[in-house]
């Protein structure tokens, strides 16, 4: 009987020992826990060269303790972080979300970061990172960890539409109303440098052609190609020739190369998505 009386008392004691070790695990998780800091930013801006005058960040602050500022801070692929600038919020995140906008041009991108006053020496692919830092009222800093980033792109590279018009002398359709064929697919330029995009050839996936687009030269449209005997324009109208419409930024491609019984003739129309 006192074993039974003894494993009873001891049995209460273990659960009595753990729960009270619970609780105390539990206020001490929950004790002076504090909360608050988070800003919301964008996330993603394409740089590109030679059409990016300037672009705006917007910092949504999110409802909660109060924030007193907003440290940012700014680096560049393969350079040392430097304080960019820090925005004032004098708590108004307090009583409901603030929006905060701030500006950058390239001079202020680039300031303290040794870097060249020349954009078009950047690197297709490389970026500045933003980093955020709240401070808060009671002087805690809150490291946020959504950063923006502001990517180095072509200013023409993206996502299309394209409409490709191919007549063929002797297959079938009739020049310059019914193309033999009528291709129509989404594609994605691709970047190779400040000024060019790479492509397929034709309605084929085999061959390239290179898209130049230069903006200091009012934006004329050059082509060049892989295969030696494609030659740019159209045969049968002089006034087909490529272009680039920097209001629109759809691309028209005109291009041909000869093969038995008369040109193969391919009209493609490039529509940004």
Known sequence: MKKILYSVLSLTFMVLFFTSCDKTYTDLTTADAKTGGLISPTKAIPYKLGSTPSFNVILN?????????????????????????????????????????????????????????????????????????SVMEDGRKVDNPVKTAVAVANFFAGSYAKEVKYFHPTAGGTYPTTPYSLDKSTVSLIAKNAYECDDWFGVWSDNKLTIHIDPAASYALTLTFVRTDAVVGDPYNAANVPSYNPATGVIKLYYYYMGAGGPRIFWATYTPK
Request: hydrophobic share 40%; glycine share 6%.
């Open 61 to 133: 602050v999110l409802q909660g303790p109060g924030i007193k500022s907003i440290e940012i801070y700014r680096t560049y692929t393969g350079k040392t972080e430097v304080l960019d600038q820090t925005v004032d919020v004098a708590s108004a995140n307090a009583t409901a979300d603030k929006a905060i906008t701030v500006s950058y041009n390239y001079a202020k991108l680039i300031t303290g970061l040794s870097m060249p006053a020349n954009e078009s020496q950047l690197k297709i692919g490389d970026a500045w990172t933003l980093r955020y830092v």
